[in-house]
């Protein structure tokens, strides 16, 4: 791990800055200048201004997506403001880039004011094809993205949250073709109620999870506890119908999944012995697990996935935002539903064959590139079918 910091310092200081804007048009004539800029380039302008839908035919719009952040929850890094956040702003819109061939400029804003930054994106939404939220610290990151999705026309997707839960599910679906049970029978366990708990709570329910408990810090939600936030008191009236109360080490007795989004070495070994047969644990904090593998496999854990490239079943949102973004600039979507989240989980999940399927084998390999490809046209395909698609057919090229 020191080796793996070290080089990374050398790398970005080497390189300053892991994206660079490049031309797709030469000028080497004043005849090709005349043509990409004045006064040439006054045409598209006048045909964008009859009719703004043309900003997709004439410039990089169709192919663009904004990343922001206001610096609030970088990785487990927390709040180090804007300036620090670029370094991984940068890496997000490299992954963009070669995993998904969409186009991301990082926006690093310097203000944590809700109200400006729903204005600040909202004025710059013209030039993008869609928004990918990135690093905001919950509850805010929940308004913000609410709200944009209201006045915005294109997708705005709060990454934390909803690639969390795609990759997620996808890696749900096969552990439980594993063990042999059925999604709506088991109970499902999750430690961490900030923006990839919630979010990963709410996916999971609408994939069919009936049985579920969310732990904070402080214990397990429960709809009668007075002192609830309002977005904890909304997860809790559709989780733990048994208003069971108590810490995480009572909510696991039994219980089939354990996922958390929380903090190291908060999962004993007795827990994982305490849960079901065959249980299912995604101990997903960075850098440091909830327990770690082999000590949840020596419990008697069945599947193991962390979030981690150090451990087999790496449940990391790369699977997911390149090919959802893909997939949606394709369609030209207005939204990215729930319907094209759904598509994407079980296009992740389907690209490993059942015969291939193993304990250490539930999830493909976030740097394959054929896994993005496969994402991507399977959320193009929702995109048309939930009604958000605004072109036909797929354009060719990017």
Known sequence: MNDCKSRSIKLHKELRGKIEVTSRVSIDSMDDLSVAYSPGVAEPCLEIQKNVEKSYLYT??????AVVTDGSAVLGLGDIGPEAAMPVIEGKALLFKQLGGVDAVPLCLRTQDTEEIVR?????AGSFGGINLEDIAAPRCFEIERRLKQICDIPIFHDDQHGTAIVVGAALVNALKLVNKSIDTIRVVINGAGAAGIAIANYLLDFGVND??????????????E????????LARNTNQGLLKGSLDAALKNADVFIG?????????SMIESMSDKPIVFPLANPDPEIIPDLALEAGAYVVGTGSSQYANQINNVLAFPGVFRGALDARASDITLEMMMAASEAIANYIPEDKLAPEYIIPEPLDRRVHDVVAAAVEK????????RIEPHPEGN
Not at 120 to 124: G, K, P, V
Not at 227 to 234: F, G, I
């Open 120 to 124: 600040s994106i909202s004025l710059l």
């Open 261 to 269: 989004v929380s903090a190291p070495n908060v999962v004993s070994k």
């Open 60 to 65: 990089r719009r169709h192919n663009l997506i």
């Open 227 to 234: 002192s609830l936030s309002p977005a904890h008191l909304r």
């Open 382 to 389: 929702a995109a048309r079918a939930s009604g958000v698609a």
């Open 212 to 225: 579920m408990i969310v732990c904070d810090r402080f214990g397990i939600l429960s709809r009668d506890d």
